[in-house]
């Protein structure tokens, strides 16, 4: 294994059943063709009433494993336990509420298959990094009790039933958020955003808001129903560590370009803290939106893991922003987000994570690391088949930094490799530039790890790097040459973008 690997990649667990909670059968068939007769709807019928009572089961285990969670507090006593517990209990209280909205959105058939598929892969998602940084912290069975829970296997059996009909959706389903009204459209674009702000955040002295936590913190005690609240941030250096929770949606942070505006951080592993809870920015509630921002975290390459911006923000959009960091800068964590117009710096796994996350436009940055490390662009978190959940970059630009480019000789750059075992990520319509290995894709430390079962593809790309004669010749590598398989991973295919994303005013393309 690679020395400064996060951990080793590991499925998620298939354990034992746990506090006598029965599992229910789950069907076999693997026919995903309309049913040819009526007497074939039933058994369609009877698995769309399977998958409720399983969703129902699952709920109920997942406040088992919470109360599991909150318990791990009584005996926190190191910084290290303190911090893994935080991090798990918020994270299984995020993955109840995100069970009870599927369920309650399917029940009312106010969420398409789509979404509900997003929504299981973020709760599962939830689960991986809680284990994973517990991991990390060499306090693996400081969370047994959680583990130990069969709550992965029914959310993943949950998973696998609801592909069955997501496959059949004969059409996309645009969900629009509640926050959508005509004045969001020009959010991105437009200079009139200013007149809207709800609050200001300053450095010079008198100003009511000083901070940007304090500014988030008055957003979550105001009255504002769904309504956007947006939080201008005016140039300068913000020296804190951010939490936007998963009840606070819709908050927009207006900077005053990435250049003025920067957020900065220093936590890291190395320090102390899990990955997760390493991020300078982390962002749970739906609907965020940033624009004009520099993220940053300063702990350097020799910290490990330190992280600028974490996401779960599902329908989430990053405009004219940067992030800037070593290993795991970004921490694209779970549900959709888009990327338009982005700086993305780093060298180890620089941009992680198991949403499904579109880049367009965006610079990617490979930066010089630690003598005798390689840098990793991406690495992928999909740990189940059916998560719909990838890395797709596109139309952007594949480059060496500055700090790099005197070393591209002796320093060896990668456009991923897999963390999970069924790790997707792909690059379309996208330059890459000299820096990148010839073979193109790393695998995890001196192993097979996924070869087999992940997902890695390039379509269209150019540029000196991007010869694909010597690239890896894993089963699951990709040239892919078909727009049809690629359109998989377009705006429109991968995070359901066209309806959403239009109403934020963001340019973007939705096809290739």
């Not at 599927?102 to 598929?117: C, E, H, M, N, P």
């Not at 300078?280 to 940053?296: E, L, N, P, S």
Request: charged letters at 20%; one cysteine or more; hydrophobic letters at 35%.
């Amino acid at each position: 294994m690679f020395p400064w690997s996060r951990n080793t990649p590991r499925p998620f667990p298939k354990a034992s059943a746990c506090v006598g909670v029965k599992q229910p059968l789950i069907p076999t068939t693997d026919d995903h063709h309309p049913p040819p007769h009526r007497k074939h709807f039933r058994i369609l019928a009877l698995e769309a009433a399977l998958n409720q009572a399983h969703l129902e089961a699952a709920l109920n285990q997942a406040h088992y494993a919470r109360d599991c969670a909150s318990n791990l507090e009584k005996h926190g006593l190191s910084k290290r336990k303190k911090a893994v517990s935080k991090d798990c209990c918020k994270l299984v209280n995020n993955t109840v509420t995100q069970l009870n909205e599927t369920l309650i959105g399917l029940k009312t058939q106010k969420i398409s298959d789509f979404v509900a598929q997003t929504w299981l892969s973020a709760a599962l998602t939830n689960l991986q990094i809680c284990f994973s940084g517990s991991t990390e912290l060499n306090l693996t069975r400081f969370v047994d009790p959680i583990r130990t829970s069969n709550l992965t296997e029914m959310i993943s059996n949950s998973l696998a039933i609801n592909h069955r009909f997501f496959l059949k959706e004969t059409q996309v389903f645009y969900h629009f958020p509640a926050w959508v009204t005509k004045k969001d459209r020009r959010l991105m674009v437009s200079e009139s955003v200013y007149s809207r702000v709800n609050v200001t955040v300053s450095q010079a002295k008198g100003s009511k808001f000083r901070t940007i936590q304090s500014a988030v913190d008055y957003a979550s005690s105001v009255n504002r129903g769904d309504g956007r609240f947006i939080i201008h941030i005016k140039r300068g250096v913000y020296k804190e560590n951010i939490e936007i929770g998963y009840d606070l949606k819709n908050i927009m942070f207006l900077g005053d370009g990435l250049r003025y505006t920067i957020i900065t951080g220093d936590r890291s592993v190395a320090g102390g803290f899990t990955t997760y809870s390493t991020a300078t920015v982390g962002v749970d509630g739906t609907g965020f939106i940033a624009r004009g921002i520099t993220f940053r975290n300063t702990a350097g390459p020799e910290k490990a893991q330190a992280v600028a911006l974490r996401s779960a923000s599902d329908l989430s959009v990053f405009y004219a922003c940067s992030f800037e960091g070593y290993q795991d800068t970004l921490f694209v964590l779970a549900q959709r987000q888009f990327y338009k117009l982005c700086y993305v710096y780093g060298t180890i796994d620089f941009i992680f994570g198991n949403a499904a996350v579109v880049f367009q436009n965006c610079m990617i940055l490979a930066r010089r690391p630690l003598k005798g490390q390689a840098n990793m662009i991406t690495a992928q978190g999909r740990g189940d088949p059916y998560q719909n959940t990838g890395i797709s970059t596109h139309n952007s630009r594949v480059m060496a930094a500055s700090d790099l480019k005197p070393m591209v000789g002796s320093v060896q750059t990668y456009l991923g490799r897999p963390w999970q075992e069924y790790s997707r990520t792909v690059y379309m319509k996208t330059y890459i530039d000299t820096h990148v290995n010839p073979q193109g894709w790393s695998p995890w430390g001196n192993t097979n790890f996924a070869f087999k079962t992940l997902y890695f593809g390039e379509y269209g790309c150019f540029g000196p790097g991007s010869a694909t004669q010597n690239r890896v010749t894993w089963p699951g590598y990709h040239v892919i040459k078909s727009p049809s398989e690629a359109s998989q991973f377009t705006v429109e295919r991968l995070i359901s973008g066209r309806g959403w994303l239009r109403a934020t005013g963001v340019p973007f393309i939705a096809g290739l």
